[in-house]
Nanobody, 124 residues
């Protein structure tokens, strides 16, 4: 199983980015997929999650109304659309999944498979 994130970068406050999490070796539409982030000196934080099969979604309060998680089953890819970005969104973003779980939320320490992370920096 391999997860590969992409789409990070440097953006000004108020800007947008779309992160991608492309999977191989596992069919994402059956399992819960989580997005997490970790800033320097801070604990890993759950950002969003999408359920397998029914596609229900879950968001951290800090990103509700600004971030949207979605899944393209044909591409076996999960996306995180991030709008109205703030400096406090700066972090390395990771996607994760585990075939034991089809429903969110799943604590980060329960996920087996992780991507390598993509840096998001929000700064003027």
């Amino acid at each position: 199983v391999q997860l590969v994130e992409s789409g990070g970068g440097l953006v000004q406050p108020g800007g947008s980015l779309r992160l991608s999490c492309a999977a191989s070796g596992i069919t994402l539409d059956y399992y819960a997929i989580g997005w997490f982030r970790q800033a320097p000196g801070k604990e890993r934080e759950g950002v969003s999650c999408i359920n397998g099969i029914n596609g229900d979604t879950d968001y951290a309060d800090s990103v509700k109304g600004r971030f949207t998680i979605s899944r393209d089953n044909a591409e076996n890819t999960v996306y995180l659309q991030m709008n109205s970005l703030k400096p406090e969104d700066t972090a390395v973003y990771y996607c994760a999944t585990d075939p034991r779980y089809s429903r969110c939320p799943v604590p980060w320490y329960e996920y087996t498979y992780w991507g390598q992370g993509t840096q998001v920096t929000v700064s003027s």
